[in-house]
């Protein structure tokens, strides 16, 4: 078995590192817009509950209901401030995905290269043994030639 066919296994399961690391990339580029959509939901809820406590407090409002609105705000304030802390957690874990996918699509690409190169050597001796045999055939054919002359 030729160097480049024992290697080959090794290229092919790095290959498959790669694609699966590309494939939970893809997954975290997934959650990262779920976070994202839902930090946006929360940011629109609270705006929309904004509006409503003015358009409310204009109208005189009793003070509970008032304060009912400052809390409920308060509490959209404070999910927001944890979704935003998920957001960037999720973030921060995309970029690490990213660089794990990088890396796997390094080694991928530098076993296939070691295996082309293997393949071009295994050529190359192939054709260099292959031109020898027909040298050797065409002198063994020219001197049998001259020693029937005899």
Sequence with gaps: MTK?????????????????SARILNESFGELKKQE?????LRHYRDDYLT????????????DRIRHYQEFIARLDQSI????????????????????????????????KVVDRYRNEEH????????????????????HGIGSHH
Excluded: C
């Design 4 to 20: 480049s066919q024992r290697l080959r296994p090794v290229a092919t399961m790095k290959h498959k590192e790669q694609m699966n």
């Design 37 to 41: 959509e839902y930090l946006a939901e």
């Design 81 to 112: 401030v944890v979704q935003m802390q998920r957001f960037e957690e999720v973030k921060h874990q995309v970029e690490l995905k990213k660089v794990d996918w990088k890396q796997a699509r390094a080694r991928s690409d530098a076993f296939d």
């Design 124 to 143: 190359l001796l192939s054709e260099k043994r292959s031109q020898k045999e027909a040298d050797d055939q065409a002198q063994r054919s020219g001197n």
């Design 52 to 63: 409503q406590f003015r358009q409310v407090s204009k109208e005189g409002a009793s003070i």
